[in-house]
C-alpha cells in the first residue's frame, strides 16, 4: 500500500470516528436566567481525565469550565472567569462512570455548546456534547402557550409531558443527560 492510500484511509477513519463520537452524545437543553443546570455525562470507566469546555468562547485557549486531569482539579488560574464562583462538582477521585458538573445562576451568556473531553487509560480520547439554551420566558425558544410542553417542557412535579423526569434525554438516555437541581422530583 502506498504513503498516500494509507494517508488516506487513516484521514477516513479519523473522519467517521470524530462524526460518530460527537453525534452519538449530542443533547440539549432549555434553562431560564438565574436557574442552575446539572450536567451529567457517562464516560467510559477506565477514564483517567476529563475537561469541560465552552466551545464557542474557548475553543482554541486554555481556559475551562473544569476539568481533572491525573486526579488534580481545575486551578483557577485555568478557568474561564465569567463562571468563576458558579461551578460545582467534578469529583476528580471519581470520574470513572460517571462526571457530573453543576452550573449556578446562569445568564444568557452561558447559551452555548458544552463539550466533555476526556481520555482512558489506553490514551483513547473521546468526548460528549450538550447545547444550552439560557432564554428569558416568553422568548423565542422559552417557555409556550401550552407551560413549555410542546418544546419537551415540564408539567408540575418536574416530569416532563409524557411522564418523563425533567433533563433525561429523549435521544441517548446514557450518554448525557441534564437536570436542574432546584427542581423537585417526586
Known sequence: MSAGTYLGLCLSLLVIRVSLGSAASDQQI?????MSVNLTFQVPTDTTSVWLKRLEKYKDNDKYISYCQDST???PSDQEESIKGRVEGMDCSNISGTVSVTLKNLTSNDSGTYELQGVDHSGRYFNRTVFLNVTDPGQPGGDTEDGGKEAGGKEAGGKEAGGKEAGASREHPGLASLSDPTTSRT
Open 73 to 75: 482539579p481545575t486551578r
Open 30 to 34: 432549555l434553562r431560564h436566567p438565574g
